[in-house]
């Protein structure tokens, strides 16, 4: 093929028309790259061209093979379709068509194990793949998403001038880089979304804080929000929490009140607390508010538990400004717990799937363009910055100061909490988190003699140096034969 030939090609072809790959499409088109896009019901690629890339260059096909000739070589194709087996029925079309060299990346929620095995059996193929993360929503795909990129490290080059001009830019660097190796762009993407779980539950445990337990309006509530996303809080989340509370119904009532309290969820918080368990991190947060969406979807059940299960009967008493600044307090410090979670999770998958993650870099890439983008995004940067073989955020001179600021706010938040029957589980297991974390000593010298008493699973002394196990007959009934031990 001549380069004038190629020259005529697309720089980049798009498989599947939703909004979010519409929206990507639409960001490429304005950043000066021409865009091929293909939709498995082709009715769809009809209403795009005559609609939203009307008057552009992007060109439609109704042929999974002229859309792949339309491409450059080597040819990059991206899949914005729905994870799991959609995704590799398309790749296992898009092979057929394919050279050696050409590129496939999946765009979409799929889990990591899915992307590490896409990778390897198309370098078998002699096609190289990449799994990237994009988040942001709409707005993001539209204007400057957040995109993290993983799979094969031979891809990136030539998809890099492309995700780079599209990523949002924070102090004009790009809210992308390459991440790693197999499945480390859609394992970051699956802890951003884990602690994006947990962001939204904080927010929601702060409003039904100052809702139900102090009984402050909704005006007031928005109010309290407004003032908080000009300070330490400032981020994406905290300013649609603002937004959503000042919108009202067409009688003028707020919205919000009328909104069934029943949260739904598509599967990555849950990812992300599943992989925690198998590498053995405490992901206390998240798993709580993962576990906060399922019992809110119980709600007939709690309506009637309502009825009969006893309930706190007091009402707050006491200066409602310093509870709302120690809600704020609790809030911050509970980030800062959620995020030193997910990191502690990256660190120990990095280590056991062999990739080497650049976890300031990681930062850099979610302070612009995603949900969880946020003013607090730039310290964790700083920190890894200073130093880059940090054991956890909370040993950074400045996080150490941040909770130490807020910790009395925090406690008396979640003991107001308790007090007056508002569940609080993601402040209050963050705390719990903290005093673990922070404790030379715990409980677990008795667990331990409770497993070597029923079970024979031995223990280790203070006295006698590090992998040495004993196990006591505690009954002078049993033998002296121990049970195997393992780590978690």
Not at 103 to 115: A, C, E, K, R, T
Not at 416 to 421: F, I, K, Q, S
Request: proline share 3%; charged share 25%; glycine share 12%.
């Amino acid at each position: 093929m001549s380069e004038v030939e190629n020259s005529a090609k697309a720089d980049i072809g798009l498989v599947g028309l939703a909004v979010m790959g519409q929206n990507l499409v639409l960001n490429m088109n304005d950043k000066g790259f021409k865009v091929s896009v293909y939709n498995r019901t082709t009715s769809k690629v009809d209403e795009f061209l005559e609609g939203p890339a009307k008057g552009t260059e992007i060109m439609g096909f109704h042929e999974l093979k002229s859309f792949i000739e339309s491409l450059k070589a080597p040819r990059r194709v991206m899949l914005m379709v729905k994870a799991g087996p959609v995704v590799d029925a398309f790749i296992e079309q898009l092979v057929t068509y394919l050279d050696k060299g050409d590129i496939i990346i999946d765009g979409g929620n799929s889990l990591f194990n899915d992307s590490d095995r896409r990778t390897h059996e198309l370098h078998k193929k002699g096609i190289l793949f990449i799994g990237s993360g994009v988040s942001g929503g709409e707005e993001g795909a539209r204007h400057g998403p957040s995109l993290m990129p993983g799979g094969n490290n031979a891809a990136w080059p030539h998809i890099k001038p492309i995700f780079q001009a599209i990523a949002a830019q924070v102090d004009g660097e790009p809210c992308c880089d390459w991440v790693g190796n197999d499945g480390a762009g859609h394992y970051v993407k699956m802890v951003h979304n884990g602690i994006e779980y947990g962001d939204m539950q904080l927010i929601c445990e702060a409003y039904q804080m100052m809702r139900e337990g102090l009984g402050m309006s909704g005006d007031e509530i928005q109010q309290v929000f407004a003032e908080w996303d000009e300070g330490v809080l400032d981020s994406y989340l905290i300013e649609i929490t603002r937004d959503i509370l000042a919108v009202k119904d067409d009688d003028g009532e707020l919205l919000i009140d009328r909104i069934l309290d029943t949260a739904g969820q598509k599967g990555t918080g849950k990812w992300t607390g599943m992989n925690a368990l198998d590498l053995g991190i405490p992901l206390t947060l998240i798993g709580e508010a993962v576990f906060a969406r399922c019992l809110s979807a119980r709600k007939d059940e709690r309506v009637r538990a309502s009825k009969v299960l006893p309930a706190v009967t007091g009402q707050f008493e006491g200066n409602k400004a310093e509870m709302v600044n120690a809600i704020r307090d609790a809030l911050y410090a509970s980030k800062i717990i959620s995020y030193a979670q997910g990191y502690m999770l990256m660190r120990e998958a990095a280590e056991i799937y062999g990739w080497e993650l650049n976890y300031g870099g990681i930062a850099l890439m979610w302070r612009g363009g995603c949900i969880i983008r946020s003013q607090f995004l730039s310290k964790i940067r700083d920190a890894f910055d200073l130093n880059p073989k940090l054991e956890n955020l909370l040993l950074d001179d400045f996080f150490i100061e941040a909770i130490a600021e807020a910790l009395p706010g925090w406690r008396k938040a979640v003991g107001t909490a308790v007090a007056l029957g508002v569940p609080v589980p993601t402040f209050s297991s963050a705390l719990s988190f903290y005093d673990g974390y922070r404790s030379e000593r715990l409980p677990a010298n008795l667990l331990q003699a409770q497993r070597d008493y029923f079970g024979a699973h031995t223990y280790e002394r203070l006295d006698k140096p590090r992998g040495e196990f004993f196990h006591t007959n505690w009954t002078g009934r049993g033998g002296n034969v121990s049970a195997s031990t393992y780590d978690v």
